[in-house]
Protein backbone atom coordinates (compact mmCIF):
# COMPACT_ATOMS: atom_id res chain seq x y z
CA UNK A 1 0.00 0.00 0.00
CA UNK A 2 1.21 3.91 -0.80
CA UNK A 3 0.22 6.27 2.00
CA UNK A 4 0.10 9.77 0.26
CA UNK A 5 -0.96 13.06 2.19
CA UNK A 6 -4.69 13.07 3.37
CA UNK A 7 -5.39 15.78 0.62
CA UNK A 8 -9.23 17.43 1.64
CA UNK A 9 -9.72 20.03 -0.57
CA UNK A 10 -12.67 22.14 0.73
CA UNK A 11 -14.55 21.70 4.02
CA UNK A 12 -14.10 18.63 6.82
CA UNK A 13 -17.55 17.76 8.07
CA UNK A 14 -16.37 16.76 11.41
CA UNK A 15 -14.99 20.32 12.01
CA UNK A 16 -18.14 21.45 11.10
CA UNK A 17 -19.46 19.78 13.71
CA UNK A 18 -17.22 20.40 15.94
CA UNK A 19 -17.23 24.38 15.65
CA UNK A 20 -20.78 23.49 16.12
CA UNK A 21 -20.54 21.59 19.51
CA UNK A 22 -17.97 24.01 20.62
CA UNK A 23 -20.72 27.31 19.77
CA UNK A 24 -23.13 25.91 22.20
CA UNK A 25 -21.06 25.50 25.43
CA UNK A 26 -21.92 27.03 28.30
CA UNK A 27 -20.33 27.68 32.04
CA UNK A 28 -20.95 29.03 34.97
CA UNK A 29 -17.95 30.05 36.63
CA UNK A 30 -15.86 31.37 34.24
CA UNK A 31 -16.39 32.89 30.69
CA UNK A 32 -14.27 31.79 26.91
CA UNK A 33 -12.55 33.19 24.40
CA UNK A 34 -12.09 30.34 21.61
CA UNK A 35 -9.08 30.12 19.52
CA UNK A 36 -9.94 28.40 16.85
CA UNK A 37 -13.31 26.72 15.49
CA UNK A 38 -11.47 23.23 15.94
CA UNK A 39 -9.19 24.09 19.53
CA UNK A 40 -8.24 25.97 22.68
CA UNK A 41 -10.01 28.71 24.68
CA UNK A 42 -8.59 31.25 27.37
CA UNK A 43 -10.66 31.03 30.73
CA UNK A 44 -11.82 34.27 31.89
CA UNK A 45 -12.68 35.15 35.07
CA UNK A 46 -10.50 32.72 37.33
CA UNK A 47 -7.72 33.37 40.42
CA UNK A 48 -5.10 30.25 40.25
CA UNK A 49 -3.33 32.08 43.07
CA UNK A 50 -6.09 30.32 44.95
CA UNK A 51 -7.64 27.03 45.36
CA UNK A 52 -10.62 26.22 43.19
CA UNK A 53 -13.59 24.81 44.99
CA UNK A 54 -14.75 21.55 43.43
CA UNK A 55 -17.44 22.42 41.45
CA UNK A 56 -15.23 25.00 39.46
CA UNK A 57 -12.28 22.73 39.49
CA UNK A 58 -14.73 19.97 38.12
CA UNK A 59 -15.99 22.87 35.22
CA UNK A 60 -12.15 23.43 34.72
CA UNK A 61 -11.22 19.71 34.18
CA UNK A 62 -14.51 19.46 31.79
CA UNK A 63 -13.22 22.71 29.69
CA UNK A 64 -9.81 20.86 29.42
CA UNK A 65 -11.57 17.74 27.75
CA UNK A 66 -13.94 19.70 25.49
CA UNK A 67 -11.36 22.36 24.29
CA UNK A 68 -8.47 20.12 24.58
CA UNK A 69 -5.75 23.17 25.49
CA UNK A 70 -6.85 26.07 27.62
CA UNK A 71 -5.15 29.34 28.54
CA UNK A 72 -5.18 32.12 31.18
CA UNK A 73 -4.41 35.33 31.62
CA UNK A 74 -2.76 37.62 33.87
CA UNK A 75 -2.11 34.75 36.61
CA UNK A 76 1.19 35.89 39.07
CA UNK A 77 1.76 32.57 40.76
CA UNK A 78 4.45 31.50 42.82
CA UNK A 79 6.00 27.93 42.08
CA UNK A 80 3.87 26.62 45.26
CA UNK A 81 0.58 28.33 43.38
CA UNK A 82 1.64 26.85 40.03
CA UNK A 83 2.08 23.19 41.48
CA UNK A 84 -0.76 23.36 43.14
CA UNK A 85 -3.07 23.80 40.56
CA UNK A 86 -1.36 21.19 38.62
CA UNK A 87 -1.52 18.56 41.01
CA UNK A 88 -5.33 19.51 41.87
CA UNK A 89 -5.55 17.15 38.41
CA UNK A 90 -3.10 14.20 39.52
CA UNK A 91 0.27 12.88 40.91
CA UNK A 92 3.40 15.17 39.44
CA UNK A 93 6.23 13.67 37.31
CA UNK A 94 9.68 14.87 37.32
CA UNK A 95 11.53 15.15 34.28
CA UNK A 96 15.08 12.81 33.68
CA UNK A 97 16.38 14.40 31.01
CA UNK A 98 16.10 18.09 31.05
CA UNK A 99 18.29 20.44 33.04
CA UNK A 100 16.49 22.89 35.39
CA UNK A 101 17.57 25.41 37.84
CA UNK A 102 14.29 25.94 38.98
CA UNK A 103 13.98 24.87 43.25
CA UNK A 104 10.95 22.21 42.86
CA UNK A 105 11.96 18.99 41.01
CA UNK A 106 8.25 18.84 39.71
CA UNK A 107 9.34 22.36 37.57
CA UNK A 108 11.20 22.42 34.33
CA UNK A 109 12.46 25.94 33.31
CA UNK A 110 13.00 26.65 30.13
CA UNK A 111 15.36 29.79 29.63
CA UNK A 112 16.16 30.72 26.61
CA UNK A 113 18.50 33.62 25.20
CA UNK A 114 21.35 34.41 22.96
CA UNK A 115 23.57 31.96 24.87
CA UNK A 116 21.05 29.11 25.47
CA UNK A 117 18.58 29.10 22.03
CA UNK A 118 15.63 26.90 22.10
CA UNK A 119 15.07 23.72 20.52
CA UNK A 120 11.96 22.87 21.12
CA UNK A 121 10.46 23.31 17.59
CA UNK A 122 8.97 19.95 16.31
CA UNK A 123 5.34 19.00 17.01
CA UNK A 124 5.17 16.15 19.97
CA UNK A 125 3.19 15.18 22.78
CA UNK A 126 5.17 15.35 26.23
CA UNK A 127 6.99 12.33 27.48
CA UNK A 128 5.25 9.71 25.54
CA UNK A 129 8.49 7.84 25.33
CA UNK A 130 7.35 6.73 29.39
CA UNK A 131 5.27 3.56 29.86
CA UNK A 132 2.53 5.82 31.71
CA UNK A 133 2.96 9.13 29.47
CA UNK A 134 2.06 12.75 30.82
CA UNK A 135 -2.12 13.22 31.05
CA UNK A 136 -1.22 17.17 30.92
CA UNK A 137 1.54 19.62 31.08
CA UNK A 138 0.66 23.09 32.62
CA UNK A 139 2.90 25.81 31.39
CA UNK A 140 4.03 29.37 32.60
CA UNK A 141 5.52 32.08 31.60
CA UNK A 142 7.98 34.15 33.02
CA UNK A 143 9.67 36.03 30.97
CA UNK A 144 8.49 36.49 26.72
CA UNK A 145 9.65 37.74 23.98
CA UNK A 146 8.38 41.24 22.68
CA UNK A 147 7.69 39.34 19.45
CA UNK A 148 7.95 35.63 18.44
CA UNK A 149 7.91 32.60 20.67
CA UNK A 150 4.27 31.63 20.69
CA UNK A 151 3.37 28.14 21.06
CA UNK A 152 1.09 25.99 18.81
CA UNK A 153 -1.59 23.53 19.32
CA UNK A 154 -2.80 20.36 17.25
CA UNK A 155 -6.19 18.55 17.91
CA UNK A 156 -4.85 14.96 16.92
CA UNK A 157 -8.33 13.65 17.66
CA UNK A 158 -9.44 16.09 14.62
CA UNK A 159 -6.32 14.90 12.88
CA UNK A 160 -7.83 10.90 13.14
CA UNK A 161 -11.33 11.80 12.38
CA UNK A 162 -10.38 13.56 9.03
CA UNK A 163 -8.32 10.51 7.95
CA UNK A 164 -9.77 8.78 4.81
CA UNK A 165 -11.82 5.55 5.90
CA UNK A 166 -8.53 3.59 5.15
CA UNK A 167 -6.16 5.16 5.97
CA UNK A 168 -8.17 4.81 9.42
CA UNK A 169 -8.49 0.87 8.79
CA UNK A 170 -4.47 1.12 8.20
CA UNK A 171 -3.94 1.77 11.34
CA UNK A 172 -6.28 1.11 14.11
CA UNK A 173 -4.80 -1.93 15.82
CA UNK A 174 -1.18 -1.03 15.28
CA UNK A 175 0.98 -0.08 17.76
CA UNK A 176 4.56 2.47 17.39
CA UNK A 177 8.05 1.88 19.27
CA UNK A 178 8.40 5.27 21.30
CA UNK A 179 11.77 5.95 22.71
CA UNK A 180 13.79 9.40 24.04
CA UNK A 181 17.35 8.30 22.52
CA UNK A 182 16.21 9.75 19.11
CA UNK A 183 15.90 13.18 20.93
CA UNK A 184 17.35 13.14 24.44
CA UNK A 185 19.97 10.80 23.88
CA UNK A 186 21.41 12.87 21.37
CA UNK A 187 22.43 15.12 24.55
CA UNK A 188 24.15 12.19 26.51
CA UNK A 189 27.15 10.44 26.54
CA UNK A 190 27.40 6.55 25.83
CA UNK A 191 27.48 5.26 29.44
CA UNK A 192 24.68 7.75 30.80
CA UNK A 193 22.92 6.68 27.42
CA UNK A 194 23.19 3.23 28.39
CA UNK A 195 22.33 3.42 31.92
CA UNK A 196 18.90 5.71 30.76
CA UNK A 197 18.35 3.05 28.04
CA UNK A 198 18.01 0.98 31.27
CA UNK A 199 15.86 2.75 33.01
CA UNK A 200 13.79 3.99 30.39
CA UNK A 201 13.24 1.38 27.66
CA UNK A 202 11.31 1.81 24.59
CA UNK A 203 7.65 1.42 24.63
CA UNK A 204 4.94 0.63 22.19
CA UNK A 205 1.99 2.44 22.41
CA UNK A 206 -1.51 2.35 19.99
CA UNK A 207 -0.80 4.45 17.09
CA UNK A 208 -4.71 5.55 17.85
CA UNK A 209 -4.95 5.51 21.37
CA UNK A 210 -8.96 5.74 22.78
CA UNK A 211 -9.15 9.08 25.29
CA UNK A 212 -9.69 7.50 28.82
CA UNK A 213 -12.58 10.60 29.70
CA UNK A 214 -14.11 10.98 26.78
CA UNK A 215 -13.63 7.83 24.59
CA UNK A 216 -12.57 10.08 21.59
CA UNK A 217 -9.69 8.47 19.12
CA UNK A 218 -6.57 10.10 17.97
CA UNK A 219 -3.15 9.60 16.61
CA UNK A 220 -0.83 8.89 18.95
CA UNK A 221 2.78 9.63 17.36
CA UNK A 222 5.06 12.20 16.86
CA UNK A 223 8.17 13.20 15.48
CA UNK A 224 10.53 13.60 18.88
CA UNK A 225 9.95 10.22 19.70
CA UNK A 226 7.83 7.60 17.52
CA UNK A 227 10.40 5.71 15.96
CA UNK A 228 9.02 2.78 13.81
CA UNK A 229 5.81 0.85 13.36
CA UNK A 230 5.49 -2.61 15.09
CA UNK A 231 5.56 -5.08 11.98
CA UNK A 232 5.97 -3.33 9.37
CA UNK A 233 9.34 -2.90 7.50
CA UNK A 234 11.52 0.01 7.49
CA UNK A 235 10.61 1.70 4.79
CA UNK A 236 6.38 1.10 4.94
CA UNK A 237 7.02 1.98 8.42
CA UNK A 238 9.03 5.14 7.82
CA UNK A 239 6.22 5.98 4.79
CA UNK A 240 3.09 5.94 7.39
CA UNK A 241 4.74 7.48 10.26
CA UNK A 242 5.57 10.68 7.63
CA UNK A 243 2.14 10.80 6.54
CA UNK A 244 0.74 11.03 10.63
CA UNK A 245 3.58 13.27 10.92
CA UNK A 246 2.13 15.41 8.51
CA UNK A 247 -1.35 15.36 9.60
CA UNK A 248 -0.26 17.91 12.71
CA UNK A 249 0.89 20.69 10.30
CA UNK A 250 -2.30 21.35 9.21
CA UNK A 251 -4.00 24.27 10.02
CA UNK A 252 -7.51 23.12 9.96
CA UNK A 253 -6.37 21.25 13.37
CA UNK A 254 -4.44 24.25 14.95
CA UNK A 255 -4.63 27.22 16.91
CA UNK A 256 -1.62 29.46 18.26
CA UNK A 257 -1.26 31.29 21.67
CA UNK A 258 0.68 34.54 22.15
CA UNK A 259 2.64 34.69 25.08
CA UNK A 260 1.85 37.57 27.51
CA UNK A 261 3.96 37.37 31.17
CA UNK A 262 2.25 35.19 33.66
CA UNK A 263 -0.12 33.82 30.98
CA UNK A 264 -0.52 30.51 31.54
CA UNK A 265 -1.48 27.17 29.06
CA UNK A 266 -2.43 24.07 30.26
CA UNK A 267 -2.89 21.07 27.63
CA UNK A 268 -4.13 17.26 26.84
CA UNK A 269 -1.34 15.55 26.11
CA UNK A 270 -3.27 12.63 25.22
CA UNK A 271 -5.46 14.94 22.67
CA UNK A 272 -3.17 17.38 21.36
CA UNK A 273 0.57 17.76 20.16
CA UNK A 274 2.75 21.25 20.23
CA UNK A 275 5.26 23.40 18.81
CA UNK A 276 7.23 25.68 20.68
CA UNK A 277 7.82 28.48 17.75
CA UNK A 278 11.56 29.04 17.84
CA UNK A 279 11.71 32.74 16.01
CA UNK A 280 12.58 34.88 19.12
CA UNK A 281 16.68 34.53 19.27
CA UNK A 282 17.97 36.00 20.67
CA UNK A 283 15.24 37.83 22.39
CA UNK A 284 14.64 35.68 26.21
CA UNK A 285 11.99 33.55 26.92
CA UNK A 286 11.37 32.27 30.05
CA UNK A 287 8.65 29.38 31.05
CA UNK A 288 8.24 26.69 33.84
CA UNK A 289 6.20 23.92 33.24
CA UNK A 290 4.42 21.07 35.39
CA UNK A 291 3.80 17.79 33.92
CA UNK A 292 0.94 15.14 35.34
CA UNK A 293 1.07 12.23 35.19
CA UNK A 294 -1.74 10.03 32.85
CA UNK A 295 -2.25 6.35 32.31
CA UNK A 296 -0.84 3.91 29.60
CA UNK A 297 -2.56 4.10 26.06
CA UNK A 298 -4.98 2.29 24.99
Known amino acids: MSYQHNMQPGPRPYLEQRNLDLSALEWKHFQVKRL ?37 RDQDLSAEQHLAFASAFGELEEHPFIPSDA ?13 VPGYENVWHSDVSWREVPSFGSVLRAHIVPEIGGD ?57 VRTHTETGEKSLYANAAFTSHIVGMSQEES ?11 TV ?44 ERPV
Open 36 to 72: SPCLGAELIGIDLRKPLDGDTLSEVRNALLKYRVIFF
Open 238 to 248: ELLLAQIFRES
Open 103 to 115: PESEVIRFDKDEK
Open 151 to 207: TLFADMIAAYECLSDEIKASIDGRMAVNDFTQSFGRLLGPEDLARQQAQYPAVEHPL
Open 251 to 294: PEYQCRFKWEKNSIAFWDNRAVQHYAANDYWPQRRQMDRVTIIG
